[in-house]
């Protein structure tokens, strides 16, 4: 009897069990009916404010716990609508399994792929679906973007007539754009030089001072553009010429005491600065790595030129000097008889006396007093306009950042700190970061006559 009564305990214990699992199975799928999965995190970026020819949309869609499922991206305007780009993934099932936790769509909005849009508004819209049993299907994530779309261009003319530029050299354009236009300027092959408001002009005219590469660029390669917020862009030639200009070559013999001075010296003043290998490497690596570098430097400093007319006539030279380098020169450095790099010299070279003064060649801001790179100690001027000036090889300089200079105050004293020689003065004229020539800039005829005269007529 009691063999008996213990079996039926255990028959109906295991019934028991079994209907508690049947049930909790019951309503682990009930849940998995019910249950809505967490939403899915969704991020749109767009590369510009308005639709152009051009606009890439990239959206970014994640989901770590049940991963993603069905994915979209979609463009709206008006009744009708375009998918551009969508994907389908398999979440995981009760039991768990692989799932897809990131994925980015990218599609280009512009008008050039896009040649339904008109102008107006359109809406930019990602959809992603939410986990979902077989009882409930929540509501997908969705997010939206709205955006004008652009289908012309700024309007731009050029107001100024007759551009006779030089190799090396500068110019000025005055251009009137339209309210449409959000930036303006020059193009000059692959560099671009912004535009100011003209002064005394209306708010819709411009003037850009801009400089001519040394090579590789012709008068169609030079092209006043304006651009709106979109990306459409309209350009103009305006160029009347560009004359050639044979520049001199040099050869520059590096000794082994001229290594020895000024390779450890600008490597005491430049922190990091990479001293493996022979003096030799080190000093190509400073002429090569470091000039570059710094003219970068130069480019980010005048970013910040002032948009207003800083300089009185044309530029002073430093008084009783010899020009012993000129602007263009191409230089091949030879070391014991072998070639091993080659230059070229972006100013002009100016020997006085040893520590002899040097004045500010024109009224301007200094951008930079102190060390220098290859330019060793150096003053860096700004002179409105994108306009720059920088005196280099200094032993001492005698002004601040910040500080405003009138034309002829004494900055410094020459020397032979950077890449120098002997004491002299390295001067070189900068428009917008582009090394230009200083000679034109000493010119006061070329001055008046290409510069402030154009200001002064607007034309």
């Known amino acids: 009897m009691a063999l008996t009564s213990r079996r039926k305990g255990r028959r109906r214990l295991g019934l028991v069990v079994l209907a508690l699992s049947v ?100 809406t930019v819209r990602a959809v992603a679906d939410r986990a979902a049993g077989f009882l409930r299907f929540p509501a997908p994530v969705t997010v939206e973007r709205r955006l ?70 012709g008068v169609a390669d030079i092209r006043a553009f304006a651009e709106d917020v979109a990306g459409n862009r309209v350009e103009r030639e305006f160029v009347s010429q560009i004359k050639s200009v044979t520049r001199r070559q040099d050869v520059v013999a590096l000794g082994a005491a001229f290594l020895e001075r000024v390779v450890p010296a600008i490597a005491a003043e430049t922190p990091g600065f990479d001293t493996s290998g022979s003096l030799l490497d080190q000093y ?35 008084a ?17 008889g072998q070639d091993v790099d080659t230059q070229t010299h972006l100013g002009l070279d100016l020997a006085s006396t040893a520590r002899a003064a040097v004045p500010a060649g024109n009224t301007g801001r200094v951008l930079h007093a102190g060390w220098f790179g290859i330019y060793g100690r150096a003053v860096l001027l700004d002179h409105g306009y994108g306009l720059a000036s920088l005196y280099g090889h200094l032993s001492d300089t005698t002004v601040s950042a ?48 290409n510069v402030l005269a154009r200001l002064r007529s607007g034309g």
């Open 23 to 122: 049930a909790a199975a019951a309503g682990a799928m009930v849940w998995w009916g019910l249950r809505e999965g967490p939403l899915v995190v969704v991020e749109m970026e767009i590369d510009r404010p308005a639709v152009g020819a051009s606009t890439r949309a990239t959206v970014r869609f994640s989901e770590p716990h049940a991963g993603l499922g069905s994915i979209r991206l979609e463009l709206q305007q008006n009744e009708r609508t375009e998918q551009l780009a969508a994907a389908s993934f398999v979440r995981p099932g009760p039991l768990g399994g692989p799932r897809t936790a990131q994925h980015v769509l990218v599609a280009d909005l512009g008008t050039r792929h896009q040649g339904w849009l008109v102008e107006g508004e359109v």
């Open 320 to 336: 009783n000097t010899k020009r012993t380098a000129g602007f263009g020169d191409s230089r091949t450095y030879r070391f014991e």
């Open 402 to 449: 910040g500080q405003i200079v009138s034309k002829g105050e004494v900055i410094g004293y020459s020397g032979m700190t950077g890449l120098a020689g002997g004491d002299h003065l390295h001067f070189e004229v900068f428009v917008q970061g582009l090394s230009v020539d200083p000679l034109e800039w000493l010119d006061g005829h070329w001055v008046q006559d």
């Open 148 to 217: 004008a779309v652009r289908v012309r261009p700024p309007k731009l003319q050029v107001i100024s007539t007759q551009h006779y530029l030089r190799q090396g050299g500068a110019g000025l354009v005055l251009l009137e754009v339209d309210e449409d236009a959000e930036r303006s300027g020059v193009r000059a092959g692959d560099r671009e030089f912004r535009s100011f408001p003209l002064p005394g002009g209306t708010e819709r005219q411009r003037l850009v001072l801009f400089g001519v590469p040394l090579q590789g660029v």
């Open 284 to 318: 190509l690596r400073i002429n090569r790595d470091m000039r570059h570098a710094n003219l970068q430097r130069v480019a980010e400093l005048t970013l910040t030129s002032e948009p207003r007319l800083l300089w009185e006539g044309s530029f002073l030279q430093m």
